[in-house]
């Protein structure tokens, strides 16, 4: 069995290059970034006690970015100085995130995986799954593996799209046909994932729903905010029992 939908590996091997671009093919992505680092590095110090005016908070927690891209992600939780494992199933994405960490002087494990490849159950003490669950080939074996390799106690951050008549009017319609923002066929709207239906998935595999926000876009001033509306983004995060 496997995660890797091979459709969906090539979209973004089609677009590895520009992944560090801010104005190329990935800018809503680089629009986004800020947001959901702020509440994920927020989340972690605040679960796992760390200070955050400490150098580098993060040094003892092991932290997996699956579908890690262009490591938009790993490299901000590399910084706070957690030992980030960044794997993604394309291999040109994994090239060009393996250089631009080395031209930024970072030490960060990328290896062309999915993540049932991995042999390192219960080990994580973070697992991120970031825009990464509307293009698996099987969401709950994917969701089995993922918290299969999560420490008891630690935390995973699930971050996707919901589905509703809203988020195919903003991300389908709206992201990909109007502003043009994402190439189109970049989103299949059947294969959004509701946020109760996400908490039913994890709750099954010894999960405990710690919160779920909204990430909402605001048109003018061009920058996103956490909410309470789920409608279209929203990140879910979770802890091992």
Known sequence: MTTINQDEIQKFSTLAD??????????????????RIEYIRNSISQHFKKDLNDSLPFRDLKILDIGSGGGLVSEPMSRLGADVTGIDASEKNIKVSTLHA????????YQIKSPEELDKKNYYDVVLS???????????????????????????????INRTLTSYIKAIIGAEYILRWLPIGTHDWNKFIKPE??????????????????????PINQKWKQSKDTSVNYILIGSKN
Not at 18 to 35: A, Q, R, S, T
Not at 202 to 211: A, C, E, K, N, P
């Open 18 to 35: 520009e992944w560090w671009d801010v104005n190329g093919k990935f800018k809503p992505l680089h629009m986004f970034n800020p947001i």
């Open 102 to 109: 080395k031209k930024s002087n970072l030490k960060i494990d």
């Open 130 to 160: 970031l825009e990464v669950i509307e293009h698996v080939q099987n969401v709950d074996f994917y969701l089995k593996t993922c918290c299969s390799l999560l420490k008891k106690g630690g935390l995973i951050f699930t971050a996707t």
């Open 197 to 218: 239906e996400l908490e039913s998935k994890l709750t099954g595999f010894d999960i405990s729903i710690q919160d779920i926000k909204g990430l909402s876009f605001n």
